[in-house]
């Protein structure tokens, strides 16, 4: 956990500082990506270079409790840094976590959005 400077910020999160280290296997990702190769390269550049890393901004996850308190988290936003990291096979991605709701998803999913638990 560190904190991140104004500049790293997205418009979600530009009022949390603290980033985590979030596992990369816990995250729900329902919308595929459409990514640009030459993109998700130069991250996977950027990331491997300790002097460069701190460059990449963290992804925003929200954090939502299941009615039966499961904890799920998900992310819309940062799929060429998302896979940048999936690529290098590292098992955490840095990330701003927002706590949010079912409703908060239902913004995004509509009547997909699963009964979490």
Not at 10 to 29: E, G, L, N, Q, W
Not at 77 to 99: D, S
Not at 105 to 111: E, N, P, S, V
Request: aromatic share 8%; glycine share 6%.
């Amino acid at each position: 956990m560190y904190n991140c400077k104004n500049e790293d910020m997205s418009i979600h999160t530009d009022i949390i500082a603290v980033v985590h280290d979030v596992p990369m296997k816990i995250i729900i990702r329902p919308i595929p990506p459409e990514l640009n190769e030459l993109k998700v390269q130069s991250l996977m550049d950027s990331i491997k270079q300790p002097a460069k890393v701190s460059s990449v901004p963290p992804i925003d996850v929200l954090w939502i409790k299941g009615q039966r308190g499961g904890d799920y988290y998900y992310s819309f936003g940062g799929c060429h840094r998302f896979a940048a990291y999936q690529r290098l096979n590292m098992e955490t991605i840095p990330a701003k976590i927002v706590k949010s709701t079912v409703s908060d998803l239902r913004t995004y999913l509509g009547a997909s959005t699963p009964d979490l638990q």
